[in-house]
């Protein structure tokens, strides 16, 4: 609950002038990482004490046959690319929205272990101070970025490849949205003392690398152009893993990526994302790039009022990321009023807690955003749900740095 002051001073922050929203941040946030510890206490211990057993499973563990790259070299498939029953042994053809459950995924399920893992024992460890938790998730961290045997290779030169079309595309640059949350782990991870100097300077080279190869190579800028979904990905990956090296350029890159392209190529007047709502999973696109979206600017806008504050910026129109959530919040608090067509699949495996409505309802002082984001589940069960979801530890991005 919230007295009639502080409802009042947000309100008027959201509508009026910079002077008003400075006050409302510094009136006492709707929700605090006290009280998400509290909410996610024994969600994140759960899971966390069923991972502290498992050892790190990394992509050397497993190699496709088809794929053109080494033993280090991450490579998945196009997720809706079927044989063609036409030319049987030829090249794949594509059906949008229906994921050919053939297609080589090891890579990719390994990857978004690392997600769940890292970043619950991050959090467990946050929580407890046992360095137990702390410890475990190093290990993962060595073994997927440190360790020469097992190791992945700083690129995505053969992600989500196609049969008979192509060696790996710039559209697989969306594998590792996963990595976001594990650097946001890593830099509490580094307060632990589980990490040596040496260790550290070489995760901050790892991602270095990656963001250098995600920046300059063909397929990286063919996905940083991409006016979809896969666009937002690629910024706030971007944007991700310039806060974690300290690349003031690339952060930069990304807000004037989020300002000039982003924005004015995604968001419709009312709010939409007409390129999502194109697909066969409308719901669960729009979805997804309402948080990715939200992800960003929780990265790296500044929450002042300035140039840099992404969740003010307008469009010369008057259009705002916070129109997006205005737009998605009654179809996310009663599903069935969705006026579109239903995803062809999943789509009763959806909202989950989405980090948009959290992130969203602190920056804009709302007070409906939060108390919505409370009631939902946190841990979706479907594996494509799942992948669409890539903050699951809010605990990770409330606590002060």
Request: hydrophobic residues 40%.
């Amino acid at each position: 609950m919230i007295d009639r002051r502080r409802f009042t001073l947000s309100a008027a922050a959201l509508a009026l002038t910079p002077q008003l929203r400075a006050l409302a941040a510094t009136a006492a946030p709707l929700i605090t990482a006290k009280e998400i510890a509290r909410i996610d206490h024994d969600r994140i211990l759960r899971a966390a004490n069923e991972y502290l057993p498992q050892p790190p499973i990394t992509l050397t563990a497993s190699h496709s046959p088809r794929s053109t790259g080494g033993p280090h070299d991450y490579f998945s498939e196009g997720d809706y690319w079927w044989p063609d029953p036409k030319n049987p042994g030829g090249p794949y053809i594509r059906r949008d929205g229906l994921s050919n459950p053939q297609n080589f995924n090891d890579h990719r399920e390994a990857l978004i272990r690392l997600s769940l893992h890292v970043p619950a024992l991050t959090a467990a460890w946050l929580l407890t101070k046992d360095t137990r938790y702390a410890k475990h998730a190093a290990l993962h961290l060595r073994a997927w970025f440190l360790d020469p045997a097992t190791k992945m290779n700083p690129n995505l030169q053969y992600a989500q490849a196609i049969f008979g079309v192509s060696p790996g595309r710039g559209t697989g640059i969306i594998d590792t949205l996963h990595l976001i949350e594990v650097t946001r782990a890593m830099r509490h991870i580094e307060k632990a003392n589980v990490l040596t100097p040496a260790e550290i300077q070489g995760l901050h080279e790892w991602f270095a690398q990656y963001l250098d190869w995600m920046s300059t190579s063909k397929n990286g800028i063919e996905e940083e152009l991409a006016k979809n979904n896969h666009g937002t990905c690629w910024v706030a990956q971007a944007a991700a893993f310039a806060v974690y090296t300290g690349n003031q350029d690339a952060i930069a890159l990304c807000r004037k990526r989020f300002k000039e392209n982003l924005m004015p190529d995604q968001l419709a007047p009312n709010g939409s994302f007409p390129l999502e709502l194109a697909r066969t999973k409308p719901y669960s696109y729009s979805l997804f790039d309402l948080d990715v979206t939200a992800i960003l600017c929780q990265l790296i806008s500044t929450n002042d009022g300035s140039a840099n504050d992404l969740w003010q910026f307008a469009l010369p129109n008057g259009n705002r990321y916070r129109k997006a959530v205005d737009f998605m919040f009654p179809f996310i608090q009663e599903k069935s009023k969705w006026p579109y067509p239903k995803d062809v699949e999943y789509f009763d495996d959806m909202p989950n807690r989405q980090p948009s409505l959290l992130f969203a309802g602190l920056a804009y002082s709302e007070p409906k955003f939060i108390a919505l984001w409370r009631t939902l589940p946190p841990d979706p069960k479907t594996a494509e749900i799942i992948r669409n979801f890539p903050v699951r530890q809010p605990l990770l991005w409330i606590t002060t740095m």
